[in-house]
């Protein structure tokens, strides 16, 4: 099984899961919205995986307040299995 | 005994209901059902084999085609072991929103709905989609991706051609096939288990 490494937020509620796709979108910032892995569960049902590569971009974008984050991971998954490791 | 079926001009799904009229009025014999679009063509082919009976597509000018069944034909499918890759499922999408309310929320579940399936095993043996649910097959669906991937591991994919048609988008259908309510109706009696979504 291939290993794959993305980058995934997390939100509070809901409603900053939703806006947070618009600031992904309005930022050009390739992503899918999944339900949040069990791993990181405890926050809304909904969180963004992206490529790992934008980690940075999306550190700044939190930085700059345009992101209302419950946590950001380092998500690995390895076929079935996965492993989250939280960043902030 | 040799009937000749002209479904030329005749709207979907009537090419299929001409040529499975013959073919229950008929003991044995070959039933040639000509048509004149591409969808017809397949649609009265998949009758065909869904039916188990072998057939013959002859292209005839243009975008004409005579499909040529032959009912004394028994085809016997051999039942591949599909394993454990697959339960016998079928998940029926009713709409482009998961449930009623608010759109926003409807759509953002949805996404959740179908990336959740394209990632867990036994995997369905049949997505369908009617009504709405045809936008998630079609161009600017944000779970291409997704259905993409079931298909490419062997999940048959279903749209509805009545959907799509009369929501316009036929030419924008990205992935699976085009179908009718025969096999919407056959993929949900048939599993031993169906869920709707919409």
Do not use: W
Request: charged share 25%.
């Amino acid at each position: 099984m291939k290993r794959e490494i993305y980058g995934l937020i997390t939100f509070k509620s809901t409603h900053f899961a939703l806006q947070g796709e618009v600031v992904f979108k309005d930022n050009n910032i390739v992503f899918k919205t999944i339900p949040t892995p069990r791993e990181v569960s405890h926050s809304c049902g909904l969180a963004l995986l992206f490529m790992v590569d934008d980690i940075d971009i999306v550190k700044n974008i939190i930085e700059k307040g345009l992101l209302q984050i419950d946590g950001l991971y380092r998500y690995t998954k390895d076929g079935h299995n996965s492993s989250a490791e939280k960043i902030l | 005994m040799n009937i000749e079926v002209d479904a030329r001009g005749q709207a979907c799904p009537k090419p299929v209901i001409m040529t499975k009229k013959q073919l229950d009025e008929v003991t044995s014999g070959v039933i040639t059902t000509i048509v004149d679009n591409e969808v017809a063509k397949e649609n009265v082919s998949k009758l065909a084999t869904s039916m188990g009976f072998s057939f013959e597509v002859d292209q005839m000018d243009g975008d004409e085609y005579r499909i040529s069944i032959n009912k004394g034909d028994i085809k016997i499918e051999s039942q591949v072991s599909t394993s454990s890759k697959f339960k016998d499922m079928t998940i029926a999408f009713a709409s482009d929103t998961m449930g009623k309310g608010d759109e926003g929320l409807g759509k953002i579940l949805m996404k959740s709905f179908v990336y959740t399936v394209s990632e867990s095993t036994p995997y369905p043996s049949t997505l369908i989609f009617y009504n709405c649910g045809v936008k998630l097959t079609c161009e600017g669906s944000e779970v291409l991706d997704d259905i993409k991937k079931l298909e490419d591991e062997g999940v048959e994919i279903i749209s509805c051609g009545t959907c799509l048609d009369f929501l316009n988008i036929k030419d924008k259908l990205k992935v699976g096939s085009i179908s009718n309510m025969y096999t919407i109706y056959e993929k949900l009696k048939d599993p031993a288990s169906n869920i709707i979504i919409g």
